[in-house]
Nanobody
Framework: QVQLVESGGGSVQSGGSLRLSCAASGSTSDTYCMAWFRQAPGKEREKVASIDRYGDTNYAVSVKGRFTISQNNVRNTLYLQMNSLKPEDTAIYYC????????????????WGQGTQVTVSS
């Protein structure tokens, strides 16, 4: 089992920055990929970015060049640096982990955090 706890959400004006953190505990060595998803009201949960155990990253087109995913050396903390935030980035952001590859579908991820709200005002 893996437990995930997000922090760092909040409210910011358009163009601002936030950094999200996700503390992972438990059997983290079993996870192959960790990711950030987000879900806006009335929309499906979508993957924002992912990083595998080798450090390879993937980003959604909508955030590429603005967001950066990273993890610490022991892979027990995941980060998402968000710059140049836009109102359309407003959502609940979730940390997720999977023992499988870095899929784009939420149902491929075994473990989830409780989410942290990010609100970007214009």
């Amino acid at each position: 089992q893996v437990q995930l706890v997000e922090s760092g959400g909040g409210s910011v004006q358009s163009g601002g920055s936030l950094r999200l953190s996700c503390a992972a505990s438990g059997s983290t060595s079993d996870t192959y990929c960790m990711a950030w998803f987000r879900q806006a009201p009335g929309k499906e949960r979508e993957k924002v970015a992912s990083i595998d155990r080798y450090g390879d990253t993937n980003y959604a087109v909508s955030v590429k060049g603005r967001f950066t995913i990273s993890q610490n050396n022991v892979r027990n903390t995941l980060y998402l640096q968000m710059n140049s935030l836009k109102p359309e980035d407003t959502a609940i952001y979730y940390c997720a982990a999977t023992t499988l590859g870095c899929a784009w579908l939420a149902n491929q991820y075994n473990y989830w955090g409780q989410g942290t709200q990010v609100t970007v005002s214009s």
